[in-house]
C-alpha cells in the first residue's frame, strides 16, 4: 500500500526539482527526504526517481504516480471538508496568506465578518507574496490564501491548487505633479508610459509579480524602465513619488487616505486581478467557504470589476 505522505514528498518534488528544496519547504532533512522517496520507490516496486549529475528528475513511472497523488490528495482534501461539515460549527485555526494592500484594506471587514458569524473559528493571517503561495498551501503551512495576477503578468495554474475570483483593480501611472505633463490623449497606454521613458523608476523588489508588471508594461511600450528605487509598499512608493523621486505604476487598492497634490494619477488600461487560491478539494471546507464569503463581502463596490466573475 502506498503511503500518502510519501506521495505528498513525491508531489513536491515534482514541484520544487530538487531534494534540498523539498526538504526545506517541509522542514526536513535532506537525507530524510531521499530516505523516504526510497522506501516509496520500494513500495511502487519500480525507479520512481532517477540521477541526473547531482540532481533527480522522475521516470516516466514517476511522473505517473504524481498524477495520482494529486487526485488521491485532492479527495482527501473533498473527505475534510465533509467531515468539517458534518461535525458543524466552525471552530480551529484558519491560515490565511494576504499580500499587503488586501491585507489592509479587505481582510479586516472580512475577519470582523467572520468572528461575528463563526466565533469559535480562529483566523491566522500572515502577509505572503502570492510567487509564494502555491508552496505554502501544498506546503500545509496556509489554508487559504489571496494571489493577484496582472495583466503583463499571466500566472499559470498552479497543480494541485484551485482558484475562484474576487474583484479586479484599476491600475495608475502616479508622477510628481511639479514635473508630470498633460498625459496623451486618447486610449493609447504605450503612449503614456513612453512619456515618462527618461525618468527614473520606482518598481517593487526583484521577484515579485509587482516588479515583473512594471518592467513588462515598460517594454511592451518600447522601453525598459530606468529603475531608481525597488519598495513594496506602495505608500511608500508615493511617498517617494511625491517627494520627486521617480514615477511608479500602482493599484488602486494602493491609492490611499487623501488625494495627494504632489501626486498626478494617470488610470492606465491595465488591471490587477485578485483570487482565493486553496488546495484542490477544499473549496468546499466550511471555514474556506465562510471566509470567501465574508471576503466577497468586504470588497469595496467602487473597484473596477468588483465582485469578479459576476
Not at 184 to 200: I, N
Request: with cysteine.
Amino acid at each position: 500500500m502506498l503511503d500518502v505522505r510519501r506521495l505528498r514528498l513525491l508531489r513536491e518534488l515534482a514541484r520544487r526539482g530538487t531534494i534540498a528544496a523539498v526538504a526545506e519547504a517541509l522542514t526536513f532533512s535532506p537525507s530524510a527526504v531521499s530516505q523516504q522517496l526510497g522506501v516509496l520507490e520500494r513500495e511502487a516496486g519500480l525507479p520512481l526517481l532517477e540521477r541526473t549529475g547531482r540532481g533527480v528528475r522522475l521516470t516516466p513511472a514517476g511522473q505517473n504516480l504524481v498524477r495520482h497523488a494529486e487526485a488521491v490528495l485532492e479527495r482527501l482534501e473533498q473527505a475534510d471538508a465533509d467531515l468539517a461539515e458534518a461535525r458543524g460549527g466552525l471552530a480551529g485555526a484558519l491560515r490565511i496568506g494576504a499580500f499587503p494592500t488586501a491585507t489592509r484594506a479587505i481582510v479586516p471587514a472580512a475577519l470582523i465578518s467572520l468572528a461575528r458569524l463563526h466565533p469559535a473559528l480562529e483566523p491566522m493571517v500572515s502577509e505572503t507574496d502570492p510567487a509564494a503561495v502555491a508552496h505554502a498551501l501544498r506546503a500545509g503551512d496556509l489554508d487559504v490564501a489571496l494571489v493577484h495576477e496582472y495583466d503583463f503578468v499571466p500566472v499559470e495554474p498552479e497543480p494541485g491548487l484551485a482558484t475562484e475570483p474576487l474583484y479586479g483593480e484599476a491600475m495608475y501611472l502616479a508622477a510628481p505633479a511639479a514635473e508630470a505633463p498633460d498625459p496623451p490623449g486618447g486610449s493609447d497606454q504605450g503612449a503614456v508610459l513612453r512619456t515618462y521613458a527618461k525618468a527614473p523608476w520606482i518598481t517593487a523588489t526583484p521577484g515579485t509579480l509587482c516588479h515583473a508588471m512594471t518592467v513588462r508594461a515598460c517594454q511592451a511600450a518600447g522601453f525598459t524602465p530606468r529603475v531608481r528605487h525597488q519598495v513594496d509598499e506602495f505608500a511608500t512608493v508615493l511617498a517617494l513619488v511625491a517627494a520627486g523621486q521617480g514615477v511608479a505604476v500602482v493599484p488602486q487598492l494602493g491609492v490611499t487616505g487623501p488625494a495627494d497634490p504632489a501626486v498626478r494619477l494617470t488610470r492606465l488600461l491595465m488591471e490587477r486581478r485578485t483570487s482565493l487560491a486553496f488546495r484542490s478539494g477544499a473549496g468546499a471546507h466550511p471555514a474556506v467557504a465562510a471566509f470567501g464569503a465574508a471576503l466577497r463581502a468586504a470588497v469595496p463596490p467602487d473597484l473596477a470589476g468588483s465582485r469578479a466573475g459576476t
